[in-house]
């Protein structure tokens, strides 16, 4: 073979490696934008951190992340819209919590099953802060309930949805406490128009989280805090005497369970990497979201069936069975 054949034929193996290559990338995950179905508006906590993670998913998956707020019904119109995509390559995705995923289907008929969703990882879990308008005067846990009690019927309870984030460690507090069929209960749609309402005195107290209440400052006192740390000079709800468990929000988010084995790999692997990025640290340190408690999908999994059977209990308690 001379030179020119030789040459001619290296130059074809490197065309041909370089396409096979080209193809293997065009059909790599993911391919396009992965879209996250964000069940709750625009401005609450979830919006918030989920704009945080996505904003380093293009370094991380190589891929935009596009936050897509889907608000209505209690999280019933988010979730559907991505229950009933077609889309199960996990281009589509579902950020969601606890309270969406395992609590719901026990309050209400569902049109989609949650079974149908597998957790790509829980980012963190998020501390109910319980506060009041601080133009109201209570500045504890016990001048509320005895404000209550002294005009049972004419306090609003603000909360961001029927069964969310927000209504049910208030009503559990407030069912502790014995004042739950005393209080008005005030609903919006998501932590955004609740948010408002309370810029606005529209509610008397609330329960958000601290990326929400930090951003009211002096407009709101806190009372009680979930977890095992005080925020915001507010005593834990341990030492308030009430449950330990009501304090928490899981912020997951899922893909389809037909989800290619690969495609969720790849994900999990993604969401894993988020702790060690700078920027992601420095946008939850100011939103002061706590991200040590990140979980691993495949560990989160484990936790739904038993959430879910506690949930069905407190379900039945608070609407009588």
Known sequence: MNLRNITTTALGAVV??????????????????????????????????????????????????????????????????FASNTDHSGHVLLYSHNFFDQMQKHATDLPYDTDDFVTVARINFAPHVLFSQSSRGWTSLDELIAAIEAAPGTIK??????????????????????????????????????????????????????????RFGDQVTALGVGGPESLFGAPTFSELGLSEDLGFMMRVVFAHKDIPAANLATLREAFGALND?????????????????????????VLRGPQSAAFKSLVEALVGG
Do not use: C, W
């Open 16 to 81: 041909a490696v370089t396409m096979t290559a080209g193809v293997a990338l065009a059909q790599g995950f993911p391919s396009k934008p992965v879209e996250v179905i964000l069940p709750m508006g625009a401005g609450g906590s979830h919006d918030l951190t989920g704009r945080a993670f996505s904003s380093v998913m293009a370094d991380l998956l190589g891929q935009p992340m596009i936050i897509r707020p889907t608000p209505g019904g209690g999280g019933v119109v988010g979730q559907e819209a």
């Open 157 to 214: 309870f603000g909360h961001s949805g029927q069964f969310g984030a927000t209504h049910v460690p208030g009503a559990r507090i407030l069912q502790e406490r014995g004042v739950l069929d005393k209080v008005e209960f005030v609903g919006f749609q998501g932590g955004g128009p609740l948010s408002q309402a309370i810029v606005t005195g529209e509610v008397d107290f609330a329960i958000m989280f601290p990326a929400n209440v930090n």
């Open 277 to 301: 990025n700078r920027t992601y640290q420095r946008l939850m340190s100011n939103l002061q979201e706590d991200i040590s408690s990140y979980q691993d999908g495949t560990d989160y999994e």
